[in-house]
């Protein structure tokens, strides 16, 4: 079969799959090295999905190499109040993802690689896959010092973290993926990765916070490139597959049918904050107003990242009883979410007596009450 | 582990068996035999019936028996998991292969999916437990009991959408078959290898299943509820047929149901949504009158289009809107009724001395209405910026209480997306509020009566009728219109 050059690097998969033709192409039945063209968090993790439901992975594993523009990912069943700094991120447009697998809270950008290593459920063995990444950085530069821990993190030196696991088991796949810090950026990484809210009681999976180098500041000769290839080549020599990295593009409806509904379901409210586990925030905070500190105390119950119980206690009479209880009632059953909530506030306002102090008082609650979002 | 399960298994069917009074749940109206010519009509699985089946599972057929669905093994010698998410509840039903929940353990989310297909009858353990692998997870009322379900069986189908149908290849032969039918086939022992399928490209409906079947044990299948569409019979046939072959039976066609599957959903109104409910239950109260107009906005267009490049030095994008907004103001300086507001009884009116008018937009969330604050000493430019700033945030959900509060006057734009004439709905406590259509390019008469190209945009106000007055609403609209028709004129009166 002739290949005509401008499809060497970009197989339609199907190709790879279904043909067992001759040539380098017979390996492609038992191992696969795919690299996202795609630097979006939601295209990518749309991949790990497609392969996951549409994928045949009985007799063969697949690597996914992928590198995301800067955004926080949470895992499955972490609440992302609890772990990252939602208003940094929202002015800095630093996206927030929710992954499918467990685990915790990273940070990507472009100097973080992420690994998949996808295999039928039976063949799912993670530490095989860090040994594998600790071979390919040994043979790169002989001299870093990695190694894996029994958490399923690497560490450089034994003291730094480069590296943190998660992973995901269905019905008949399995998937592993890692993250391996390169050249991240670190200021953003700390400040993105503390989160601002306080009196959060919850269930879900909290992160381990831990000291992190990268790679590039051991040995500055070191480039994500160059990373990624090594562990490819050592991938493909450890499943006797070519060294061959197929770059995809995430985008493409025709190699990967229905992955663009997958790319809308991962960027929905209902995925990404909605499936936050049950939650509730205790906190007080001080409000000024002309010239008086006031102090409130607020109470209210998440589920669902909408708002189920919510009570306000103000300083007495400081604002008419009935209209802290409409914005208690009104509330409840809206998205805990600041943009809702100023819409919310400033729609009810229309119907509230005409009053200026009234309205000013009003206005720096629900500011104050924003500030928990 | 496979033979420990038979084991298992045999020994609850032997079980069953000899205690049929105490397990069945309907009463068994007749023992099935092997190729029986009848299927009780009572029974729903009559499709799932099998020509393999051995006698215990004949009378197991028409009863549900409760199963135990054990966690199964997770792999890594993991022998504790925690309960993170639900996927059902007790009293739903469930397919094979059906999500059922989701456990982790050590960073690792696993979803376990459904062996059988059933009712939920019981849940093990609440959110958060810890589940034990091996231990029983939920309890399912299945109507059908499998020969002991191996992990290893049907591991070539993946699950996928229905929509997508799978190849799947045995023996070197592709039966291409949607999921569902796929399924058919396993549950009654059928290779599909074996069967024609009559779709597309060959492809195996459910239909060829059960002609299979038919074939097999002889019965006689009830009609596939799927939808068919019967063409009617072409007139010009029937005539001639009836004068030549009187004998032939012309074939009547068997109307059948069009089945939908689909199912309403009922959500409640919550948040954003439950203010628009109270605020417009407040509007309507007001009682509202309406009047439409016609502006031509030829010279308009011709303005802004040599003043575009201008703000877009200054990094200013300028549109139609900062116009309008201003000719608005100016406007109300003459008319201060249509900026005023009146308080619940309508005993008082309060003329307010800023001009914030109000700019509808549609966003995310639905309709937002921010303001631009102190139109009245605001110029075209600074007017066009404060517009920039708030589209900017309004498309990322960003806009503040105080952008969104305060507002006298409202503008929507409706014409961006479309539209002539509108009836909008004034905003409490405003008493005034115009919707502006879209700007059509039509023919006009102009002095001489000549015909020409003209821009012509509809403005439709509403304005509420126990304080403002038609003839006031009028003179305003023409006055507003005359800044715009000749936008030259807006010069002499700028503040």
Redesign the interface.
């Known amino acids: 079969m002739v290949i005509p050059s401008s499809l060497k690097n970009c197989f339609r998969l199907f190709y790879v799959l279904k043909i067992s033709a001759a040539g380098f192409k017979y390996t492609a039945n038992r191992g696969l090295i795919l690299q996202s063209i795609s630097s979006d968090v939601f295209q990518n993790l749309a991949v790990e999905d497609w392969i996951h439901d549409n994928m045949n992975l009985e007799n063969r594993q697949v690597l996914f190499l992928w590198r995301n523009s800067p955004t926080v990912v949470i895992g499955r069943h972490q609440n992302p109040w609890q772990e990252c700094n939602l208003k940094i991120m929202r002015k800095n447009n630093i996206k927030l993802a929710r992954r499918r697998s467990g685990g915790g809270t990273v940070y990507h950008d472009l100097g973080n690689i992420n690994f998949t290593f996808f295999t039928s459920k039976k063949k799912y063995e993670r530490m095989e896959n860090l040994k594998l990444v600790v071979r390919a950085l040994k043979g790169l530069r002989p001299q870093l010092h990695v190694c894996a821990t029994d958490r399923y993190d690497l560490l450089l030196d034994g003291n730094f973290k480069i590296s943190g696991t998660a992973a995901k088991l269905g019905r008949t796949v399995a998937y592993h993926h890692c993250t391996l810090l390169c050249s991240a950026d670190k200021i953003n990484l700390s400040s993105v990765l503390k989160s601002p809210y306080k009196g959060i009681k919850s269930n879900a999976t909290p992160s381990m916070p831990a000291l992190v180098k990268n790679l590039f500041e051991e040995d500055p000769t070191l480039t994500c490139e160059m990373v990624m290839d090594a562990v490819a080549a050592e991938y493909a020599r450890c499943h006797q597959i070519d060294h061959h990295i197929t770059l995809i593009n995430p985008a493409d409806e025709t190699v990967f049918p229905g992955i663009h509904n997958k790319n809308k379901e991962l960027q929905t409210w209902e995925w990404i904050y909605g499936k936050t586990p049950k939650f509730s925030i205790s906190t007080c905070f001080n409000m000024m107003y002309e010239q008086s500190l006031l102090e409130a105390e607020v109470d209210i119950h998440v589920k669902h990242g909408r708002i189920e119980v919510c009570n306000i206690v103000l300083p007495e009479q400081w604002l008419p009883p009935a209209m802290c209880n409409e914005l208690e009632k009104n509330l409840i059953g809206s998205k805990f979410c600041p943009s809702e909530t100023t819409a919310l506030a400033s729609t009810l306002l229309r119907i509230c007596p005409q009053n200026y102090e009234l309205h000013s008082k009003w206005s720096l609650l629900c500011e104050n009450v924003m500030t928990l979002m | 582990s496979v033979k420990i399960n038979t084991l298992h298994c045999t020994c609850k069917l032997t079980i069953f068996f000899l205690q049929i009074c105490v397990h069945h749940i309907r009463p068994c109206s007749s023992v099935r035999f092997i190729k029986s010519k009848y299927i009780s009509i009572f029974d729903k699985s009559a499709f799932k019936f099998s020509h393999q089946h051995t006698s215990f599972r004949t009378s197991a057929i028409s009863n549900g028996q409760i199963v135990q669905f054990k966690l199964s093994d997770?792999?890594?010698g993991i022998t504790e998991v925690t309960v993170?998410?639900w996927y059902v509840k007790e009293g739903d039903s469930v397919s094979q292969?059906d999500s059922i929940c989701?456990v982790?353990?050590?960073?690792?989310?696993?979803?376990i999916?459904s062996r059988y297909d059933g009712i939920i009858r019981k849940l093990y353990y609440n959110?958060?437990e810890i589940a034990y692998v091996g231990k029983p997870l939920v309890d399912i009322e299945t109507d059908a009991l499998k020969d002991v379900a191996s992990e290893e069986d049907v591991?070539?189908t993946?699950?996928?959408?229905h929509e997508?149908h799978t190849h799947q290849e045995i023996k070197g032969h592709k039966t291409l078959a949607t999921p569902a039918v796929r399924r058919l086939a396993m549950e009654n022992n059928i290779k599909l290898s074996e069967v024609v399928g009559t779709g597309k490209d060959n492809r195996i409906l459910k239909e060829d299943i059960l002609n299979y079947l038919a074939k097999q044990t002889g019965a006689i299948l009830p009609p596939s509820p799927k939808p068919e569409i019967i063409p009617p019979l072409p007139k010009s046939e029937t005539v001639p047929a009836a004068a030549k072959d009187r004998g032939t039976k012309i074939p009547i066609p068997i109307s059948k149901p069009i089945v939908f599957a689909g199912k309403d959903k009922t959500e409640?109104v919550?948040?954003?949504h439950?203010?628009?409910v109270?605020?417009m239950t407040?509007a309507l109260k007001i009682p509202h009158f309406g009047y439409c107009d016609e502006i031509d906005l030829t010279q308009l267009v011709q303005l802004r289009e040599e003043l575009k490049p201008l703000a877009q030095v200054r990094g200013v994008k300028l549109s139609f809107m900062p116009f309008f907004i201003k000719a608005a103001s100016l406007g109300l300086l003459h008319y201060p009724i249509l900026n005023a507001?009146v308080?619940?009884n309508c005993q008082n009116i309060?003329y307010k001395a800023s001009h914030n008018i109000g700019v509808a937009m549609d966003t995310e969330?639905g309709l937002?209405v921010p303001n631009v604050k102190n139109v009245q000493v605001c110029s075209v430019f600074e007017i066009a910026s404060e517009l920039n700033r708030l589209l900017t945030l309004g498309s990322?959900?960003?806009?503040?209480?105080?952008d969104?509060?305060?507002g006298t006057f409202t503008l929507s734009n409706i014409g961006t997306i479309g539209g002539t004439y509108a009836k909008p709905v004034i905003?409490?406590?405003e008493v005034a509020i115009g919707a502006l259509g879209k700007i059509q390019v039509l023919p006009r008469f102009n002095g001489n009566g000549e015909v020409f190209k003209a821009q012509i945009m509809n403005v439709s106000w509403s304005a509420d009728h126990r304080i403002i007055d038609g003839a006031t609403m009028a003179r305003f609209s023409n006055l507003w219109k005359s800044y715009l028709e000749n936008p030259a004129s807006m010069l002499l009166d700028l503040k």
Do not use: C, H, Y
């Open positions: 997770i792999g890594e993170k998410e292969f989701e982790q353990s050590d960073k690792a989310s696993v979803t999916t959110l958060d591991v070539e993946p699950a996928v959408s997508e409640a919550t948040g954003f439950k203010a628009m109270k605020t407040a507001s308080d619940e309060t969330q937002t990322a959900g960003q806009l503040g209480t105080n969104l509060t305060g905003l409490p406590p």
